[in-house]
């Protein structure tokens, strides 16, 4: 009896066939052949180049012993100990000369869905939210220049947090005998578009509302 196979199935069985006997061949070369050892050959070189771990270490050892070490120690010490006690100031905050007030809706919308690892839909895009409806915003928060003696004497008698834009935390918290921060990097100042001090940040219901002072 004689099977008859559909047309692509006799090309794939000779595909396979044909794939055996060049495979088997080549194996067949190849068993034929003696590998060898022929040895190192031309002229070959030892590796000169220094360790970059080495290098370091050399270079730090000498530094120790001519005192630059020591040196760049105490650079690097004082640097800290200059930022810790005057932080770079907030560009452009001048000292203000009119009252200015407004408000910062702090409501967060969700632009998409937020899912979970099946697919289902914990967060649905446009949801909003706004922290003030369920924490509070506490103390105030003010912001003044530790360089002037007047903002320094308008602080005193604030109730608040008291942060710096400008001049020595250590200094401004023995001058008010209270706890001074500083608003490192402006960020405070950019989230809500301060541009002179002292400014307030305050709860306004479900708002916060800022008001720079002019004293």
């Known amino acids: 009896m004689i099977m008859r196979l559909p047309g692509f199935a006799f090309v794939s069985v000779t595909v396979i066939f044909m794939t055996q006997v060049i495979a088997s061949s080549v194996t067949e070369k190849a068993a034929s052949y003696d ?26 050892q000498e530094a120790e012993k001519n005192g630059k070490l020591k040196e760049l120690n105490e ?22 000369d009119k009252k200015r007030s407004w ?11 937020v899912r979970d690892d099946k697919g289902r839909v914990l967060i649905a895009a446009g949801t909003t939210i ?6 509070k915003w506490g103390k105030k928060v003010i912001l003044i220049d530790g360089d002037s003696n007047g903002q320094i004497s308008w602080a005193k008698s604030q109730d608040g947090i008291i942060t710096l834009v400008r001049g020595a935390p250590l200094i401004a918290a023995k ?9 490192q990097g402006g960020y405070l100042c950019k989230k809500f578009r301060i541009e002179a001090v002292p400014a307030i940040i305050e709860q306004d219901g479900h708002l916060l509302r800022i008001t720079e002072e002019a004293i």
């Open 103 to 113: 408000t910062y809706d702090p409501t967060y919308t969700q632009l998409e869905d």
């Open 175 to 183: 001058e008010l005998n209270r706890r001074v921060y500083f608003d």
């Open 75 to 96: 650079q690097f010490i004082a640097k800290v100990r200059e930022k810790v006690l005057r932080p770079v100031a907030v560009a452009g905050i001048k000292n203000a």
């Open 130 to 135: 706004n922290p003030l409806d369920k924490l």
């Open 35 to 60: 590998i060898e050892d022929f040895g190192t050959h031309g002229h070959l070189f030892d590796i000169k180049e220094v360790s970059l771990l080495t290098e370091v270490m050399d270079k730090l």
